[in-house]
């Protein structure tokens, strides 16, 4: 689930998406603006500008629901939550404000700011359902711009304090569970807050963080656009993993990182280039099922 088209985050609901269609069907991803599973791991989900498409079992599919433009998109237990325009023909006011759905995309709900306002930088705990923003323009229910949080399904909404945050944001996360915890990256670093973005502390310096998710556990994995290694991080206890990545073109980075919820094993990585890689092993192997945004089916 970012600002300016950059944010992270993780997995996805029981909506089982036997609506896709012909899954042998060639798959072009025009943009990734988001990254997740289904909550029973057997399909990957990426909004690509034109609706959703899935990729399952080695093969690519376009997913049969309306072709909306998400934004922020981020998938949790119960299905996703998202931002961005309706697709051609829709019905729906532009933008779409805060949406969810529990159906693959079949159906949405209109949460909030629908026709004001379309966050890229949008997170939501994937158990919890707490959903944190950063508006980047002032509206009827946010005075200014800035981080804000909502555990409500976005009928109240209050705004973050950022003490001890510095740069602008490139990515933001929240824990699965604990939904005081919010994690942002900016080209300052990685910082981390346990009150709801109030009060911030920086624990990485030097890294210009492109993509954030939580872990099903609970521990954050953060790429940067400077580093050819993601970091798999222990926010209690501070202790780090790396994790060599693919190898990528000299001017990409990571976008998007996703865990499989039923095999903690299986990591996803997509990149600004929308190439895309999945691992089995959790990172020790790599395999490209994208190239350029064209999907690879077996």
Same mark, same amino acid.
């Given at each position: 689930?970012?600002?300016?088209?950059?944010?992270?985050?993780?997995?996805?609901?029981?909506?089982m998406l036997s609506a896709c269609s012909n899954s042998t069907s060639k798959v072009t991803m025009e943009?990734?603006?988001?990254?997740?599973?289904?909550?029973?791991?057997?399909?990957?989900?990426?909004?690509?500008?034109?609706?959703?498409?899935?990729?399952?079992?080695?093969?690519?599919?376009?997913?049969?629901?309306?072709?909306?433009?998400?934004? !922020?998109?981020?998938?949790?237990?119960?299905?996703?939550?998202?931002? !961005?325009?309706?697709?051609? !023909?829709?019905?729906?006011?532009?933008?779409?404000?805060?949406?969810?759905?529990?159906?693959? !995309? /079949?159906?949405?709900?209109?949460?909030?700011?629908?026709?004001?306002?379309?966050?890229?930088?949008?997170?939501?705990?994937?158990?919890?359902?707490?959903?944190?923003?950063?508006?980047?323009?002032?509206?009827?229910?946010?005075?200014?711009?800035?981080?804000?949080?909502?555990?409500?399904?976005?009928?109240?909404?209050?705004?973050?304090?950022?003490?001890?945050?510095?740069?602008?944001?490139?990515?933001?996360?929240?824990?699965?569970?604990?939904?005081?915890?919010?994690?942002?990256?900016? /080209?300052?670093?990685?910082?981390?807050?346990?009150?709801?973005?109030?009060?911030?502390? /920086?624990?990485?310096?030097?890294?210009?963080?492109?993509?954030?998710?939580?872990?099903?556990?609970?521990?954050?994995?953060?790429?940067?656009?400077?580093?050819?290694?993601?970091?798999?991080?222990?926010?209690?206890?501070?202790?780090?993993?790396?994790?060599?990545?693919?190898?990528?073109?000299?001017?990409?980075?990571?976008?998007?990182?996703?865990?499989?919820?039923?095999?903690?094993?299986?990591?996803?990585?997509?990149?600004?280039?929308?190439?895309?890689?999945?691992?089995?092993?959790?990172?020790?192997?790599?395999?490209?099922?994208?190239?350029?945004?064209?999907?690879?089916?077996?």
């Amino acid at each position: 689930m970012k600002y300016k088209g950059m944010l992270v985050s993780i997995v996805a609901a029981s909506f089982m998406l036997s609506a896709c269609s012909n899954s042998t069907s060639k798959v072009t991803m025009e943009h990734i603006h988001g990254l997740g599973y289904t909550s029973d791991g057997k399909q990957i989900l990426i909004p690509a500008h034109t609706g959703l498409v899935a990729y399952s079992v080695g093969k690519w599919s376009n997913v049969d629901a309306p072709k909306n433009d998400y934004m !922020g998109f981020v998938a949790v237990d119960s299905g996703f939550y998202s931002s !961005g325009h309706p697709g051609q !023909g829709s019905k729906l006011k532009n933008p779409l404000g805060v949406v969810k759905s529990t159906d693959g !995309g /079949k159906s949405l709900t209109i949460l909030d700011f629908e026709g004001v306002s379309d966050f890229h930088a949008m997170t939501v705990g994937y158990k919890t359902h707490t959903i944190y923003v950063f508006n980047e323009q002032p509206n009827t229910k946010m005075k200014s711009t800035g981080l804000y949080v909502s555990k409500d399904e976005a009928k109240t909404w209050n705004k973050s304090e950022l003490n001890g945050f510095s740069g602008e944001p490139l990515a933001i996360a929240t824990h699965p569970s604990d939904d005081k915890v919010v994690a942002l990256g900016s /080209k300052e670093g990685l910082f981390l807050s346990k009150d709801s973005g109030n009060h911030i502390e /920086k624990l990485i310096s030097g890294l210009v963080v492109t993509s954030l998710t939580f872990s099903n556990n609970g521990e954050l994995f953060v790429a940067a656009a400077n580093s050819p290694t993601m970091l798999q991080i222990n926010v209690s206890s501070k202790d780090k993993k790396e994790i060599k990545l693919p190898t990528l073109d000299k001017d990409d980075a990571i976008s998007y990182i996703a865990q499989n919820p039923t095999d903690h094993n299986e990591l996803v990585l997509a990149t600004y280039k929308k190439d895309v890689f999945i691992s089995k092993d959790a990172g020790t192997k790599w395999t490209r099922i994208s190239d350029k945004g064209n999907g690879i089916s077996k």
